[in-house]
């Protein structure tokens, strides 16, 4: 057992040296988090961590009776795993929190999330946007969408004439192969409402439409953007060595804090 919790105590460390390293970044940059830093490849699996913790005490905040109109918007969600998603979605909507998940494949929620809760989420979502998806999840989707009567016609030609029938069949109101064919621009959806505002046609594939001829006349009354401060590269070598002089004046505050309370001489590592 103390090798065990010796062997938990390295990764909980590093937590608490990123979490120190976090508030001292907040400091240094006037209360605003650069997230590209825990984007990298190598602090992925430890900023996950960190991500989790400042959602979960974000969702606990605003899922509260009595308080503002929020939502909660989560790009690339299955990148970052959130317990408890599912139970966030059913009780937020009575507390005025609109949740929303972006996500590039449902594929990707259900290898990070399991095939269970990945349906979950899926089936609990009331409203639903999608562009071009192939395989499962645009035939899913196409299920979800339901089906409507459909009148086809076929024409049969001969010698003597031609005649012409119509039929009423029951079929997909947007098949798999319309959604796995959808171009840029275009989606289709279902929206949710309720007893106060019924929407009749819930369904939609519809495509946006911009104005070319607007928005290129916008872009030509740009106006660049004002230069505030002239930026050298001594400049920047000076703000580097700063940095790095703070990282070690930091890195020698925590060892000698580790090193003078009792108990967490063994923590640190050669």
Request: proline share 3%; glycine share 4%.
């Amino acid at each position: 057992m103390k090798k065990k919790l010796k062997c938990s105590s390295i990764p909980l460390f590093q937590l608490t040296k990123i979490r120190r390293w976090i508030n001292w970044k907040v400091k240094s940059h006037r209360q605003k988090l650069e997230w590209q830093g825990f984007l990298r490849p190598s602090f992925i699996g430890c900023s996950e961590k960190m991500i989790f913790r400042f959602v979960n005490r974000l969702i606990k905040l605003v899922n509260q009776k009595n308080k503002q109109k929020c939502s909660l918007i989560f790009d690339e969600f299955p990148t970052i795993f959130i317990n408890g998603i599912d139970s966030l979605i059913a009780t937020a909507r009575s507390n005025k929190v609109a949740t929303c998940l972006g996500l590039q494949d449902f594929s990707q929620l259900r290898k990070d999330y399991g095939a269970d809760q990945s349906s979950v989420i899926m089936n609990i979502a009331g409203n639903i946007i999608s562009g071009q998806v192939t395989g499962d999840p645009s035939k899913a989707l196409a299920e979800r969408f339901g089906k409507i009567i459909q009148v086809k016609e076929s024409i049969s030609i001969n010698r003597n004439d031609t005649s012409v029938s119509k039929s009423g069949q029951l079929d997909f109101a947007i098949p798999a192969s319309k959604i796995a064919a959808l171009s840029s621009g275009e989606f289709v959806g279902m929206v949710a409402d309720d007893p106060y505002q019924k929407i009749k046609l819930k369904s939609f594939h519809c495509e946006i439409i911009n104005d070319k001829n607007a928005l290129q006349a916008e872009e030509k009354h740009f106006l660049e953007l004002p230069v505030i401060s002239n930026i050298t590269p001594e400049m920047v070598l000076k703000n580097y060595y700063r940095i790095k002089q703070e990282i070690e004046e930091l890195i020698e505050t925590e060892i000698e804090a580790l090193l003078n309370t009792p108990g967490k001489e063994n923590i640190l590592l050669d």
